[in-house]
């Protein structure tokens, strides 16, 4: 089941897609795994680490096709790029067998429900910061970061993934090279930033700046952009409006409002409430109704996938 829909991303035709949620929290807190350098990737080595990821996936997925809409599902290969695998003592040999497994793992899941032709599952390829996402303290300029990020893109590029999708993302020239790798993979590449309490990216860039400084770079080549790892109440009055906004599609939020030094330092999963993240969302996209791809991150795990899922596909009139 090669790439199904690579050449043609469901997720763009604006209507509702869910995403899956914030699996390394929810395997850390929820489940009782160990996660080193917070990287999830390692459970594929794992007989229960691989039976907790599947089962995973498929809570997302099921929450979709109970509600007739596609999903997004990320491939737990957010730190399994060079710097951070070493970190853990994964070799360029190891990173490259994780990787593939990781989308070995998603392609099975999405065997399970080719029947369910009103729910199409995208499998994506998640690609991290090379620094902390938190506070980043080297900043690579665009040549630097698209060859760093080109060796993860191209093992990715060559399984079976629709696209692949850089989150948590903390400024504009890591994002440029990172859609400049993946066009020369030929793969279609999604750039979601995070931000401050103030709505920022952690080096000062507003959301539009970036959006727009990635696009001038690269001609546009991101499919779309997306905002993930904070809270709406940081992020909502800042995002774009206008063409740049138009650009601005996913929407993945902290169930938390703690800041990322706030986050950093507390001993507890705060995951929030579940029907209030879901209303953040609803007034996300009645001021941004482009925004049409919803899942979460920190704090978030399938219940509030399914809130989100039962507040805007019941305003939305969908079943």
Known sequence: MKDVYRSALPQLSGEVFLTDSGLETDLIFNEGFDLPEFASFVLVDDARGMAALEAYFRRHADIAVRHGCGVILEAPTWRASRDWGSRIGYPAAD?????????????????????????????????????????????????????????????????????????????AAEAIGIARAAARAGVPAAISFTTETDGRLPDGTSLTDAVAAVDEATGGAPVYYGVNCAHPSHFGPSLPGGATGARVRSVRANASRKSHAELDESPALDDGDPVELAGDYLRLRAQHPGISILGGCCGTDARHVQAIADAVLTATGAP
């Open 95 to 171: 990173l490259r067998r994780v990787n593939e497994s990781a989308v070995g793992l998603l392609t099975r899941v999405r065997g399970g429900y080719v029947d369910a032709a009103s729910s199409p599952v995208v499998v994506s390829g998640c690609i991290g910061p090379r620094a902390d996402a938190y506070s980043p303290a080297d900043r690579m300029p665009e040549d630097r970061a698209e060859d760093y990020h080109a060796e993860q893109i191209g093992i990715l590029a060559a399984t079976d993934v629709d696209l692949v999708h850089a989150m948590t993302i903390t400024y």
